[in-house]
């Protein structure tokens, strides 16, 4: 499977596909009978791409893409303030206070 951008860091791997206007993008029930759910992406270059969630992390998915405005700053900086957003939902109150000593200014 070919991806338009591959990058590892922190022991993790992200490919990222491009999905454009022409091409689809659905998401409902995995199959019949379970409980998981599937979001089906078509990319540019024609691969299909299945990503399979249970059902509290559908939800999850589901409250993000309700709760964040719509992304219309694509630039790498764009990237990153997402991706620092996406990891501050998940870091305990610790992790948040260190982030926010090397950014600088008055803590809460």
């Known amino acids: 499977m070919s991806a338009d951008r591959t990058r ?3 022991g993790l791997e992200t490919r ?3 999905v454009g206007p022409e091409r689809t993008v659905a998401y409902g029930p995995a199959a019949s009978g379970r409980e ?3 979001l089906r992406f078509t990319a540019d270059s024609g691969e299909r791409v299945a ?3 249970d ?3 559908m939800y999850a998915l589901w409250t993000e893409v309700h709760n964040v405005p719509w992304p219309r700053d694509e630039t790498e900086r764009g990237d990153l303030r997402r991706e620092v957003a996406a990891r501050a ?3 305990d109150a610790e992790t948040l206070r ?3 000593d090397v ?3 008055d803590q809460l």
């Open 98 to 100: 260190q982030v926010l």
């Open 8 to 10: 590892a860091g922190r």
């Open 103 to 105: 950014l600088g200014g």
């Open 89 to 91: 939902e998940r870091a």
């Open 16 to 18: 990222t596909f491009r």
């Open 55 to 57: 059902e509290d992390a």
């Open 51 to 53: 990503v399979r969630l």
């Open 36 to 38: 998981e759910w599937a």
